[in-house]
T-cell receptor
């Protein structure tokens, strides 16, 4: 069975500092990875997916199959980035397995 | 476009009571999901519907949980009887495609129902 691990429950950085939220996965097939974000008092929403290879709100994530990782990065954190971030893996049946989440706090 | 709707937003019950949650997916979305999110954890899939059929319910505790999507649109999730460990946020999500849906299908989430079992 697939598994997604986010080793940090909380990550606290100052505004302007670089951010890296870690995500590791295990899956026997070809993985499709996502990052979801939940801002305070808002619903869970898609941030980015690895197949798009895009940058959203300054965030990027690269799938590293050798290290089975999909870390989320941003060079300069902003206060509005404070939120819960969830890494997720989608299997062939279109079902998502989520990690436990990392709370990002960006201090002024 | 209206998003996924869920009700109620909050529910407090005592253990051994019954409770039901309702979800209205985005119009035209064929696939509907129910997740359970316990405090401090990520969402865990309970059941997936495609139209009015169950695709996967392997993680649904069937001795107490049931779900239906009779007309392939709205869905209800029921717990009977509830236990303390059922306290969680129950999330509903939907996607446009069917089981073999597009790899670009995004899951759109509702606001969730927060259940507290005392």
């Amino acid at each position: 069975a697939q598994r997604v691990t986010q080793p940090e429950k909380l990550l606290s950085v100052f505004k302007g500092a670089p951010v890296e939220l870690k995500c590791n996965y295990s899956y026997s097939g070809s993985p499709e990875l996502f990052w979801y974000v939940q801002y305070s008092r808002q619903r869970l929403q898609l941030l980015l997916r690895h197949i798009s290879r895009e940058s959203i709100k300054g965030f990027t994530a690269d799938l590293n199959k050798g290290e089975t990782s999909f870390h989320l990065k941003k060079p300069f954190a902003q206060e509005e980035d404070s939120a819960m971030y969830y890494c997720a893996l989608r299997d062939a049946g279109n079902m998502l397995t989520f990690g436990g989440g990392t709370r990002l706090m960006v201090k002024p | 476009e209206a998003g996924v709707a869920q009700s109620p937003r909050y529910k407090i019950i005592e253990k051994r009571q019954s409770v039901a949650f309702w979800c209205n997916p985005i119009s035209g979305h064929a696939t509907l999901y129910w997740y359970q999110q316990i405090l401090g954890q990520g969402p865990k899939l309970l059941i997936q519907f495609q139209n009015n059929g169950v695709v996967d319910d392997s993680q649904l505790p069937k001795d107490r949980f049931s779900a239906e999507r009779l007309k392939g649109v709205d869905s209800t999730l029921k717990i009977q009887p509830a236990k303390l460990e059922d306290s969680a946020v129950y999330l509903c999500a939907s996607t446009p495609g069917g089981r073999g849906g597009l790899s670009t299908d995004t899951q759109y989430f509702g606001p969730g129902t927060r259940l507290t079992v005392l």
